[in-house]
């Protein structure tokens, strides 16, 4: 079992930056990648960024350039930098954690709002 913890949301101007923290405890050692999911009003889950246990980094096109995903492995920390952010970047923003057994585990959201 692996348990996560997010934290950082809240409310920011567009243009403004948030970080974003995911806090991970239990069988950390069957965690193969980590990353962020985000669900806007009214719309469906969105992957956003990805990071594997090597350090390699992936990006939804739409927050590329904009979003930067890191990982700390000694603290067993997960960290998505916003920056640049956009009206339509508000939504809730989920951490996940894929295991070596093809189980995804889900942290219970961190709610960011974008709006002037």
Same mark, same amino acid.
């Given at each position: 079992?692996?348990?996560? $913890? ?5 409310? $920011? ?5 948030? @970080?974003?923290? !995911?806090? /991970? =405890? ?11 999911? @985000? ?9 956003? /960024?990805?990071?594997? =246990? /090597?350090?390699?980094? %992936?990006?939804?096109? =739409?927050?590329?350039? @904009?979003?930067?995903?890191? @990982? #700390?492995?000694?603290? %067993?920390? $997960?960290?998505?930098?916003? %920056?640049?952010?956009?009206?339509? #970047?508000? /939504?809730? *923003? *989920? !951490? *996940? ?7 995804? *585990? ?11």
């Amino acid at each position: 079992q692996v348990q996560l $913890v997010e934290s950082g949301g809240g409310l $920011v101007q567009p243009g403004g930056t948030l @970080r974003l923290s !995911c806090a /991970a =405890s239990g069988s950390i050692f069957s965690i193969l990648a980590m990353g962020w999911y @985000r669900q806007g009003p009214g719309k469906q889950r969105e992957w956003v /960024a990805a990071v594997t =246990s /090597a350090g390699i980094t %992936n990006y939804a096109d =739409s927050v590329k350039g @904009r979003f930067t995903i890191s @990982r #700390d492995n000694v603290k %067993n920390m $997960v960290y998505l930098h916003l %920056n640049t952010l956009k009206p339509e #970047d508000t /939504a809730v *923003y *989920y !951490c *996940y954690a894929h295991s070596i057994a093809a189980i995804d *585990y889900w942290g219970q959201g961190t709610q960011v709002t974008v709006s002037s």
